[in-house]
């Protein structure tokens, strides 16, 4: 194995991990020693443009998130504008709702498929349509050529309030409205029903992002190095679909990835939101202390073997980069994971 690389993608700072954990209470060694050794980068495209970029498909780099993950779906879209479309739980206030980390939902495909089905019958004749992503999401489409609008990603809306981050722009009045009109439709809706008695949170709406055309070509042509990805994001699994190969799921023992012999680079996405769901009295710091133990920390120890070349771990619009030299860098300080996660390059 060459390299790995591993994203989290949906860890975007906010007060809650300010304080450095005291150790063997939700500490992250790897993540700390990245911090210290690694060489640190700003990623202005975010983490999917750079994976483009790494996949050797630079010309998918600025397209939207939504473009690149209706590559995934069975059918192409096209002559359609298309959207993400991510299940949320929203929390009511006083004054306004509110949005956590645990307000970021994967749904199971049937209640995907039932969805999606129930929306084409409710909002016939609307020119929107939802389809089924793998991983837990929809895609959203609508007719192409409807005014531009700019959207927030959900897990960026920890860094700023529900209100704000609505769609703005020439087209968002329509985007808005949708909005409105599918928070209405989910209230009391059998799957929210179903949810409900199992204890799982209600959909409260479906969240609109990342906008753009579907793509034009479902194939960019196959690289002769054997590149692998691991994880359930749309994104993911779109452009690697556009490379002419499959992502597939995270496995269980990732030790498995280190140590396969075909393939010569890996990318993992993981997910804060999905392990506080499977952990209900886990806070942020033990989500993070769960990817450093499973992931990053089996990762340093097979570099520092010699088995690995490189090792890139990007998460809030930065990356750190490690190679075995850089753990010579003595001479500099150690970094709490906030710090290494706000430093600059």
């Known amino acids: 194995m060459r390299a790995i690389v591993i994203v989290i993608r949906d860890l975007y700072l906010e007060p809650e991990l300010t304080a450095r954990p005291a150790a063997g209470q939700g500490s992250a060694p790897g993540m700390e ?10 990623l ?19 397209e939207a998130p939504a473009s690149v993950a209706a590559a995934a779906l069975p059918d192409a ?9 991510t299940p949320v739980h929203l929390t009511a206030g006083l004054t306004s709702l509110h949005f956590d980390r645990r307000g970021l939902l994967r749904l199971p ?14 909002f016939r004749g609307s020119g929107f349509d939802l389809h089924p992503l793998a991983g837990g999401e929809l895609l959203l489409s609508g007719a192409r050529g409807q005014a531009p609008s700019s959207t927030t990603e959900p897990a960026r809306m920890l860094l700023t309030s529900v209100a704000e981050a609505l769609p703005a722009g020439e ?3 329509a985007l808005r409205r949708l909005g409105a009109e599918i928070e209405m439709w989910l209230h009391g809706h059998p799957v929210n029903d179903e949810r409900a008695r199992r204890g799982a949170p209600p959909v409260a709406s479906l969240w609109v992002w990342g906008g753009g055309g579907a ?10 190095t054997a590149d692998a990805a691991f994880g359930s994001d749309a994104y993911v699994r779109g452009l690697w679909r556009l490379a002419g190969r499959e992502a597939g799921p995270m496995p269980v023992d990732w030790a498995a990835v280190l140590g396969e012999p075909c ?13 506080l769901h499977a952990n209900s009295s886990w806070t942020l710091q033990d989500a993070v202390a ?7 920390s089996p990762s340093l120890a097979a570099l520092h073997r010699g088995e690995l070349d490189r090792l890139d771990l990007l998460a809030n619009d930065r990356c750190w980069s490690l190679r075995a030299a850089n753990r010579w860098r003595l001479w500099r300080r150690m970094r709490t994971v906030r710090g290494g996660l706000e430093a600059l390059a």
């Open 44 to 62: 202005p495209e975010g983490w999917r443009g750079w994976t483009a970029h790494w996949l050797g498909l630079a010309q998918y780099a600025r």
């Open 263 to 275: 393939a010569q680079r890996a990318l993992g996405v993981v997910e804060v939101a999905e392990l």
């Open 290 to 296: 769960e990817i450093d133990r499973r992931l990053i």
């Open 77 to 85: 879209l096209a002559d359609r504008a298309v959207w993400i479309a």
């Open 215 to 224: 793509p034009a070509s479902r194939l960019a042509g196959s690289r002769e």
């Open 171 to 173: 087209g968002a009045a």
């Open 109 to 122: 495909d049937a209640e995907l498929e039932a969805l999606a089905a129930s929306f084409r019958a409710t």
């Open 33 to 42: 020693h990245l911090a210290r050794f690694g060489d640190r980068a700003a």
